[in-house]
Every structure is written in structure tokens, then in C-alpha cells.
């Protein structure tokens, strides 16, 4: 039985491949950390829990094959692929979540071509 990606997680690997970055499980320590405004998505993709220096929180224990999001250095959520659980606050939520991943996307995609 297929299970349905999380919209956000997708998002996030649209936002890797747009930056043009290695594959993560390749790059050091196998783990990515991005920040764009008030947002911070550390991905683990190794095939054991990591922890994971993120500004302003310290370290952070990530499960294998999860991102920790982080809003304005607050923890706001922990997904995986296939779900998980986000804020669901007035700005941090995962609606905000989801266009300032496509923001950085299409500025990501501006810059590859210029």
C-alpha cells in the first residue's frame, strides 16, 4: 500500500535540488541544515539518529530520515516523510512553512539561471 509524501518534506528536497546541493546522505556528517527568515530545517539523512548543532537551540536529536523544524530558534515541529507534527500557531505553521520553502525554491531557481 502506498503512503501519500508530506507536502512539506517534498518541499524541502524541491528546495535542495533547486540549490543545486549533493545528495545529503553524501554530504558531511550526512546531515543539512537550512535557514531562510525566521525559519531553520535541519534534515538528518543518516541511517541512525544525529544530533545536530541548530542556531539559537543547541544540540538537537534527529530521528534517521526526519527534518526538525525550527521558528525564530523554537523547535516547531519534527517530520518525516510520510507526516508528522508542526506548530500550528499564527506564523509558525505549516501553511507559512510551505511558502517560505517555495519563496527560497523560485529564488533558488532565479539564481541558477542568471
Known amino acids: 500500500m502506498e503512503r501519500p509524501l508530506s507536502v512539506v518534506f517534498m ?6 535540488e533547486a540549490l543545486q546541493l549533493p ?4 554530504m558531511p556528517g550526512g546531515f543539512h541544515v537550512y535557514e531562510f527568515g525566521p525559519w531553520q530545517v535541519a534534515v538528518n539523512a543518516n541511517p541512525h539518529e544525529a544530533i545536530i548543532a541548530v542556531k539559537q537551540w543547541g544540540p538537537c536529536t534527529i530521528p534517521s530520515m526526519n527534518a ?3 521558528f525564530n530558534g523554537w523547535l516547531a515541529g519534527i517530520i518525516t516523510p510520510f507526516g508528522g507534527t508542526l506548530a500550528a500557531g ?5 501553511d507559512k512553512l510551505i511558502a517560505a520553502l517555495e519563496e527560497q525554491i523560485l529564488k533558488a531557481q532565479n539564481e541558477a539561471k542568471a
Open 23 to 26: 545528495a545529503i546522505n553524501r
Open 11 to 16: 518541499k524541502i528536497v524541491e528546495l535542495h
Open 68 to 70: 526538525a523544524i525550527f
Open 90 to 94: 499564527s506564523e509558525a505553521n505549516e
